[in-house]
């Protein structure tokens, strides 16, 4: 449904706005397409500067839609609408900010390593799951997050599973600030409009400077994308699903 994914423009700052709480924030297939959209129509608009990702209060989200997943498994669905919004979202020219209450799951947590500024209250956790479904890291995680982190933070994040506080994300350098949740929406306004209201050529080359080369970035989401998809339809995936499944019951 396109109304799971909200996207609203005020002044020069676009918001992507996921917009799905009964699920706490899911993202299912429409979703990505809506997404990817957005930042491709935000970039090709010059009244576009910035570019914000919000959630609901509690999840920012929790992860893939597990029915699209099951999809996917069974080779009933194809998986180009992810790669086309992490290919989106990791190219985006202009910068993005993003803000997180509660839960960041799996691609929940993932987005964010290709964000510019992240601002998240204190409950909020980031966990990528990957290994214990048996799947694999993705978005180009497994690329990006020891640049950022060093490998033995990476390493607890996407292969053990690990759990990261507000507090462990800021001193691994995931997020830029911590805030109280009645005050996230207005630090990632704050945050937004003062990137608005530089120079918007120089702030994208700086952005592009800053994040290049791009190249190894989508190769890796490929890399990655390849080996999920043939996790997803391993047994041992297939287990590990059935599992969590019967543990949701």
Not at 25 to 40: C, G, P, S
Not at 139 to 157: C, D, T, V, W, Y
């Amino acid at each position: 449904m396109t109304d799971h994914i909200l996207v609203e423009r005020s002044g020069a700052v676009q918001t992507i706005r996921l917009n799905r709480p009964e699920k706490k924030n899911a993202i299912t297939r429409a979703m990505y397409e809506r997404m990817a959209a957005a930042l491709r129509d935000g970039d090709a608009d010059d009244g576009v500067r910035v570019h914000v990702f919000l959630g609901a209060p509690g999840a920012f989200s929790s992860g893939n839609d597990l029915q699209d997943f099951l999809a996917v498994a069974t080779g009933t669905e194809p998986d180009g609408d992810v790669f086309d919004f992490l290919v989106a979202l990791a190219t985006a020219k202009k910068p993005v900010v993003s803000g997180v209450d509660g839960l960041a799951i799996g691609i929940g947590t993932t987005i964010h390593l290709h964000c510019d500024m992240t601002f998240a209250t204190p409950d909020s956790l980031f966990r990528t799951p990957f290994t214990d479904l048996g799947l694999v890291p993705e978005a180009a995680s497994s690329l990006i997050a020891p640049r950022i982190m060093g490998h033995q933070r990476a390493f607890a994040l996407l292969a053990a599973g690990e759990g990261f506080s507000a507090k462990q994300a800021l001193e691994a350098g995931l997020i830029r600030g911590i805030v109280e949740p009645e005050a996230l929406e207005g630090a990632v306004r704050e945050a937004a409009e003062a990137l608005a209201a530089k120079p918007p050529e120089a702030l994208q080359l700086a952005k592009k400077l800053i994040k290049s080369p791009t190249e190894p970035v989508i190769e890796r989401i490929r890399e990655e994308g390849e080996l999920f998809m043939q996790r997803l339809k391993s047994d041992e995936a297939r287990e590990a699903f059935m599992a969590f499944m019967a543990r949701k019951k």
